[in-house]
């Protein structure tokens, strides 16, 4: 019954390839997210999701994009890849409500770029 | 631009011991504050979900502050626990409307001494 689930946990590449990672979450929210965590464990939002619209992109290169099958899930595609894309991904999930929004994190997956 | 500090980066303290993790940002215009707990290569665990209108959150052993106004939160862990040993994160999520992402800080690297 796990909440916020992502497949893989690891990806190891070369660069230039394009690849995807899949998010799902089974609690029922309306907004999910993409973190990244750097190698200096720094977390950064790249995106979220409401309803199927993307409400924010800080200013992530374009070679990366969410795509959104459903409420459920949250998939995060990225073409390119280039050596400073290694990080953990973190997708997330949340209720949107203005106060009471806590986030459920997914178990992260590590991606490395050759 | 929100930005979140978290002092100190790094904590090592015997078992049995109170004590507290300092967090600051700088744009008082939040919607809530949120304390995570994050394990050795594994996700995110929510621990306490402050509102903006609220001063404290208990949660067993846990205890989070909130002073909006001087853009302060202080998680205080009491009798602390081998087990609590983990990098605890406090994120901010800004009043901009719409369904914001979390501002991270870079986290307290907690060790409990058995």
């Known amino acids: 019954d796990t909440a916020v689930s992502q497949t893989p946990k690891y990806l190891v590449t070369q660069m230039g390839n394009d690849k995807s990672i899949k998010c799902e979450q089974n609690?029922?929210?309306?907004?999910m997210y993409w973190y990244k965590q750097d190698s200096k464990k720094f977390l950064k939002i790249m995106f979220s999701y409401n309803n199927k619209e993307l409400i924010i992109n800080e200013t992530v290169p374009n070679r990366f994009s969410p795509k959104s099958p459903d409420k459920a899930h949250l998939n995060l595609h990225i073409n390119s890849l280039e050596l400073g894309d290694s990080a953990v991904y973190f997708c997330?999930?949340?209720?949107?409500?203005?106060?009471?929004?806590?986030?459920?994190f997914g178990p992260g997956t590590r991606l490395t770029v050759l | 631009k929100q930005e979140v500090t978290q002092i100190p980066a790094a904590l090592s303290v015997p078992e049995g011991e109170n004590l507290v993790l300092n967090c600051s940002f700088t744009?008082?215009?939040?919607?809530?504050l949120q304390w995570f707990r994050q394990d050795p290569g594994k996700g995110l665990t929510s621990l306490l979900l402050?509102?903006?209108?609220?001063r404290e959150q208990t949660s067993g052993r846990l205890n989070a502050s909130l002073d909006k106004s001087s853009g302060r939160s202080t998680l205080y862990i009491a009798a602390s626990q081998p087990g609590d040993s983990a990098t605890y994160l406090c994120a901010v999520r800004d009043s901009g409307g719409g369904a914001d992402g979390l501002t991270f800080g870079k986290g307290t690297h907690l060790i409990i001494q058995p």
């Open positions: 609690l029922g929210h309306d907004t």
């Open positions: 997330a999930s949340s209720h949107r409500g203005r106060f009471t929004d806590t986030q459920y």
């Open positions: 744009d008082s215009a939040i919607y809530n």
């Open positions: 402050i509102q903006s209108s609220q």
